[in-house]
């Protein structure tokens, strides 16, 4: 299976809402690795790495987000493998 490492930035009202737990439950159910975290001006900035549909899948998740959210953009480009990425994770 082909495998691909992205990283995306979601803007909007992404902060307090629970974006990044709901991240975490949603790359985690799609088998991903790679971590989430809140940015200094106010995005939610993800790196993953996983099978090129399932990120894709987050990433189309992302611009609905959980409930709460209102994404107005989703920003994502991909990024060279290195180092292995853990378990999904939030991070600070």
């Known amino acids: ?9 979601v803007s909007g009202r992404v902060q307090g809402v629970g974006f990044r ?5 949603e790359a985690t159910r799609l088998g991903l690795r790679g971590w989430v975290r809140n940015t200094e001006d ?10 090129i549909s399932d990120v894709d899948g987050l990433q189309a ?9 209102r994404v107005s953009t989703v920003a994502a480009s991909e ?3 290195g180092e292995a990425l853990g378990p999904f994770a939030i991070t600070a």
Not at 21 to 25: D, F, G, I, K, M
Not at 42 to 51: A, F, H, M, P, R
Not at 61 to 69: E, F, I, N, T, V
């Open 79 to 81: 990024i060279p493998t």
């Open 21 to 25: 737990y709901a991240t975490q439950r």
């Open 42 to 51: 106010g995005k939610v900035e993800i790196v993953v790495e996983g099978g």
């Open 61 to 69: 998740w992302c611009r609905r987000g959980p409930a709460g959210a």
């Open 1 to 9: 299976m082909a495998t691909t490492r992205r990283r995306i930035v």
